[in-house]
Nanobody, 130 residues
Framework: QVQLVESGGGLVQPGGSLRLSCAFS????????IGWFRQGPGNEREGVSC????????YYADSVKGRFTISRDNAKNTVYLQMNSLKPEDTAVYYC???????????????????????WGQGTQVTVSS
């Protein structure tokens, strides 16, 4: 059974940085494409970033390109989301997620569609405010 646990959220001023972590437990972490999603107040769940299982393909939503960086450490079964130059509109609960299907290719359509993801963490709150 796959389990995901996010950490690293908090309150930060505009322009600040946070690093989120997604700890994966289960089996064969390096077979799974991992996505980060977020859901702000009154908004739909939005795909933020995605990283493939082995070949390093990466997706970023246009709203975070140049500010967020996704990475993974297969030895630690962990995916990270480094968030820089944070804006108030980045305020949301951030979730990491994966599919029960392994080795999924990273595409814009896949990484922006939460319905393709079967396993979800509990979420971590990020608040950007002065």
């Amino acid at each position: 059974q796959v389990q995901l646990v996010e950490s690293g959220g908090g309150l930060v001023q505009p322009g600040g940085s946070l690093r989120l972590s997604c700890a994966f437990s289960g089996y064969a972490f390096d077979y799974f494409t991992i996505g980060w999603f977020r859901q702000g107040p009154g908004n739909e769940r939005e795909g933020v970033s995605c990283i493939s299982s082995r070949d390093g393909d990466i997706y970023y939503a246009d709203s975070v390109k140049g500010r967020f960086t996704i990475s993974r450490d297969n030895a630690k079964n962990t995916v990270y989301l480094q968030m820089n130059s944070l804006k108030p509109e980045d305020t949301a609960v951030y979730y990491c997620a994966t599919s029960h299907i392994t080795r999924v290719r990273v595409t814009n359509h896949y990484c922006s569609s939460y319905e393709f993801f079967n396993y979800w963490g509990q979420g971590t709150q990020v608040t950007v405010s002065s």
